[in-house]
């Protein structure tokens, strides 16, 4: 069975098409494959009968020769998505028990797809983290362990648990969302495809939200392939979104192949800080090497504002997240601990709900927000954003992608003590994409002498996903890389 | 400018500015399709976006924008090209999102002009702005002896705040400017101006000054009154607590207050210490609101004749006073209905039946013109009739009361109750004929000079007739007939 779970998702949808197996056949795999490693904690709930049900139902259309894109391909949903009739978390205690009578745009076009859901993924509660140690039903554990020391690593954050389980073979992707990092980060971590696409380009309905001008979905996969087929699968339009795109879908995939000759790569100097990982620094070079000797031009450019990218970030998503998550009050929804008054039942609720990091960055949003410190602090971030777009539009004049590194380092420990600035830092390279709203991805290009996967960051301009994926593909062949296999 | 408060140190006057909330006319949410129907069942007009559930966005709703421009350009209001919805948070069991939804620096439209008819001349009170934001929903506490119940029917209801400078200087002004411009919405179709139901709300800004000062005083905010004359009210109990508290050395504290129209009394609600921080930002939600040149002057093209014009019209077409012509046009169903009388009549003698007896009437059943007894075609007819002399004055009073009654057709009360005026001579002449012959004596004194003896046989005729004789062919005949 484990060599069912060893297969990319094109493989498994051209051998499910041609019936070499059956979609339950390869739903049952993964479901026996979560159970064996229910250890790392990656989902919070499995859907296993349900995940039958439509595996059966897959069957059904692909014996009638009326497979969708993604048929039978079993995949796990990121428990920020609303699923209708399955809890739905984000992976806080507020949010017990509830399960919303609606399903988000996104999950529903995976189902409309023909995709098969496993079950709800662990993350960074509210998805705020970068570790996946937020979360109120336990930190996920990074299925990569490093060579020569005994260690439980984490998965990088918030999307941890889709990070694990892919990686993992848990699931064939998963579904992640990225507000500064939370997508790139933990693909990073985990050795697989992350992609962040355009701010707009995936509908952000029935996502539980942290940072509304931010929040982007996007899948996280074991290939480049996977992850343009099904980005396909996630994006387009939905008028339930004021902020999602009116744009039509290309066919990411139909780019693969088509290489990065001609391409110009531009290699941002502020990336490039003293005291970089030296293992980080070499990856990096090593990247810029197999662009080149593929055909690319490598230009260095300067993106000037780099360095206002993360504090800009800590008072911009945190100023939307206090604000978005008034609503979990205890009056309609999810927990509630009673109060001798209204007031005394909210503070109560939420002070039980909520963990601490989600209470920080409240207090940091609500702070910023406030009277007499809005335009020293909000405004101010506004405009430091807007020039970080202007950063990204001046280079994209010269460069048709830019490479970094993803994360300043490889995973580090679960036990690691870290502090909020460390931890912080480590969305320091993709928090100047999110806020522009402009594609990234990760893709596993290397690893530390401990044998730990690193992956490298390739940006391109708004609603440019194609030569995202082509530079991404290429980066791909030239590193060879080789995750994990089954457990 | 005839209100000021005698006090013992001087004369005061006070300074209003009005913040009315009115509810945009319009089938769905300001941000979900959910219904707004009036008086549904608890939670039945609620979507998962005004239910704030995890996950669920708004998405503006096209018609109310296009109505809050419609009421802008009625205000003779700058429209802004660009404006922005914002979120105003705080924490209440009635606002489930936890913020509301509302424009805060950038509203939809800025500043315009209500003109009102004073008794002492016309007023220009200005328009601070208007804004386009979502109605909280309610909390019920008389179900239950602990809990509170919330209802989400009214939470996300499109309401447009319409903000009036301090300009308004007496409770008279007040109530005029809140009758004008409900007058103003109704005729744009953009609310429906109905105060008891709810969909338009008042708050009051009140302060007062010593006569001849230009400074504005701290003001306190009166919340939320639901009657024109209870803003009337409120506002001159409060600017008398203001005069009270100045002469006897207090200060006014900048607080909002609620009227309690029981008592005729307004009391402290919370105080500026008190008073939420309201966190406003841009709602990352949503996209600014970018209305095109276009749009806007389509919208202007195709409004309505709003009562100003309506009024000088009335003045100029049908020589009507201005009092007359401000009565008519307060209601757009009452000018429409008088206009369909005075087609084609003495538009003069229209307006008098409709405001007279008509108005009388529905005043009387406390009815609107909607569902007026008498319509304006029968009204028409009945004008006609007296124009023509098949009917008296009296006797077309008396048509009109019993269609009143009966809400039966002009015709037929004529003819059921037999009011055809008499105009052939011949039956008016015999009738004449007898009552000379048996009051010689009236005859011979009239002949000899007591000419106002005339009445008294005109009301002879008219009682032998039982009232059908043309009284003015009644007359003449007598005249003829006495002088022989």
């Known amino acids: ?487 | 400018m005839s209100y000021i408060i005698k006090g013992q140190t001087g004369d005061w006057e006070v300074v209003i500015g009005l913040e009315v909330h009115a509810q945009v006319t319009t089938k769905a949410k300001l941000f979900s399709g959910a219904p707004t129907d009036f008086g549904a069942g608890p939670n039945t007009q609620v979507s998962f976006i005004d239910a704030g559930m995890p996950g669920m966005l708004p998405v503006l709703n096209a018609f109310a924008v296009e109505q809050a421009v419609k009421t802008g350009l009625g205000l003779k209001a700058k429209i802004n090209r660009r404006s922005v919805f914002a979120r105003k948070n705080y924490f209440y069991a009635d606002l489930p999102q936890g913020y509301q939804i509302s424009q805060y620096d950038q509203p939809i439209v800025g500043e315009g002009t209500i003109i009102l008819d004073m008794p002492e001349g016309s007023r220009n009170i200005g328009i601070e702005r208007l804004h386009l934001e979502q109605d909280a929903g309610k909390l019920v506490h008389d179900m239950h002896a602990t809990k509170s119940f919330v209802d989400l029917n009214r939470a996300g209801v499109a309401l447009m705040e319409i903000v009036s400078k301090p300009d308004l200087r007496s409770p008279e002004e007040a109530g005029a400017y809140l009758r004008k411009l409900r007058a103003i919405l109704r005729y744009l179709g953009t609310c429906d101006g109905n105060m008891e139901e709810g969909s338009m709300r008042c708050d009051a800004n009140v302060s007062v000054r010593p006569v001849g000062s230009t400074e504005l005083r701290t003001r306190c905010e009166i919340k939320n009154v639901n009657s024109v004359r209870f803003v009337m009210m409120a506002i001159d109990h409060e600017a008398k607590r203001h005069v009270e508290v100045y002469e006897s050395g207090g200060a006014i504290q900048q607080e909002t207050r609620l009227y309690d129209s029981a008592r005729n009394e307004t009391r402290s609600m919370r105080s500026k210490e008190m008073a939420h921080d309201y966190r406003y930002f841009p709602d990352p939600d949503l996209l600014p609101v970018e209305l095109d040149e276009a749009f806007v002057a389509d919208l202007e093209k195709n409004l309505p004749e709003l009562p100003d014009d309506k009024k000088a019209r009335f003045q100029k077409a049908y020589g009507l006073t201005a009092y007359d012509a401000d009565v008519l046009v307060s209601e757009k169903e009452n000018a429409l209905y008088f206009e369909d009388v005075a087609k084609g009549r003495d538009p003069k003698q229209a307006a008098n039946w409709v405001i007279s007896n008509l108005f009388g009437v529905l005043n009387k059943q406390g009815v609107g013109i909607l569902e007026s007894p008498v319509s304006a075609k029968n009204l028409g007819r009945l004008i006609d009739l007296i124009a023509d002399s098949t009917i008296s004055g009296r006797q077309a009073k008396e048509a009109f009361e019993a269609m009143v009654e009966s809400g039966k057709d002009t015709d037929t009360i004529i003819a059921e109750k037999g009011l055809k005026q008499i105009t052939d001579t011949g039956p008016i002449e015999a009738a004449i004929d007898q009552i000379m012959a048996a009051n010689a004596d009236k005859v011979e004194q009239y002949r000899s000079g007591k000419e106002q003896l005339m009445g008294w046989f005109v009301g002879q005729v008219m009682k032998a007739t039982q009232g059908k004789a043309n009284p003015a062919l009644c007359g003449d005949l007598l005249k003829k007939k006495l002088a022989q």
């Not at chain 1, 985990?190 to 929040?215: E, H, I, M, N, Q």
């Not at chain 1, 002070?351 to 989600?358: L, N, P």
């Open chain 1, 1 to 487: 069975m484990s060599e069912l779970t060893s297969l990319t998702i094109a493989e498994a949808r051209s051998r499910l098409k041609r019936k070499e197996f059956s979609a339950l056949e390869l739903t049952e795999a993964h479901l026996s494959a979560m159970e064996r490693a229910r250890h790392l904690n990656a989902y919070i709930t499995e859907t296993a009968d349900l995940a039958r049900e439509r595996a059966k139902e897959s069957d059904k259309r692909l014996a009638a020769g009326e497979g969708r894109p993604m048929e039978g391909i079993p995949l796990g949903i990121k428990d920020l998505f609303c699923t209708e009739g399955v809890q739905t978390t984000a992976a806080s205690r507020i949010l017990e028990g509830f399960s919303p009578p609606y399903e988000s745009t996104v999950s529903q076009k995976l189902r409309d797809a023909g995709t098969v859901m496993l079950g709800k993924l662990n993350l960074d509660e509210f998805a705020m983290g970068s570790a996946n140690i937020t979360s109120a039903f336990g930190p996920v554990k990074n299925p990569w362990t490093p060579q020569g020391r005994k260690a439980e690593l984490v998965p990088g954050g918030s999307s941890g648990g889709s990070a694990a389980a892919t990686a993992a073979h848990l699931c064939m992707g998963a579904t992640g969302t990225d507000t500064g990092g939370s997508i790139r980060q933990p693909a990073s971590f985990c050795g697989l495809v992350g992609v962040k696409p355009t701010y707009g380009r995936c509908s952000r309905w029935g996502v539980v939200a942290f940072a509304s001008s931010l929040d982007q979905a996007g899948p996280i996969t074991r290939n480049v392939r996977d992850a343009a087929i099904m980005l396909k699968a996630m994006c387009g339009y939905d008028a339930k979104d004021s902020t999602s795109a009116n744009l039509a879908v290309p066919d990411f995939e139909a780019v693969l192949g088509q290489g990065v000759k001609g391409l110009r790569i531009g290699i941002p100097k502020e990336y490039r800080p003293d005291g970089l990982n030296a293992e980080v620094n070499a990856l990096w070079n090593q990247g810029i090497d197999w662009l080149e000797k593929a055909g690319a031009t490598i230009v260095d450019i300067s993106l000037p504002h780099t360095q206002y990218a993360l504090p800009t970030y800590y008072i911009v998503a945190p100023a939307e997240a206090s604000s978005n998550l008034a609503r979990y009050d205890g009056v309609r929804f999810g927990l509630r601990v009673p109060g001798k008054s209204l007031d005394d039942m909210y503070a109560k609720t939420r002070a039980t709900g909520f963990g601490a990091e989600v209470k920080r960055r409240i207090m940091i949003g609500t702070y910023v927000l406030s009277a007499g410190y809005y335009d020293a602090y909000y405004v101010k971030a506004q405009k430091v954003r807007a020039l970080i777009m202007r950063d990204f539009n001046e280079a994209f004049e010269k460069v048709d992608a830019i490479l970094t590194p993803t994360a300043p380092s490889a995973a580090f420990g679960i036990n690691d003590k870290i502090d909020t600035i460390t931890m912080y830092l480590n969305d320091v390279f993709t928090v100047p994409a999110s806020l522009a709203g402009i594609p990234g991805a990760s893709v596993p290009a290397g690893y530390t002498t401990e044998g730990l996967p690193l992956g490298l960051q390739v940006l391109t301009k708004r609603w440019d996903e194609e030569t995202l994926f082509r530079v991404c593909q290429s980066l791909e062949d030239a590193a060879g890389f080789k995750g994990l296999g089954p457990l």
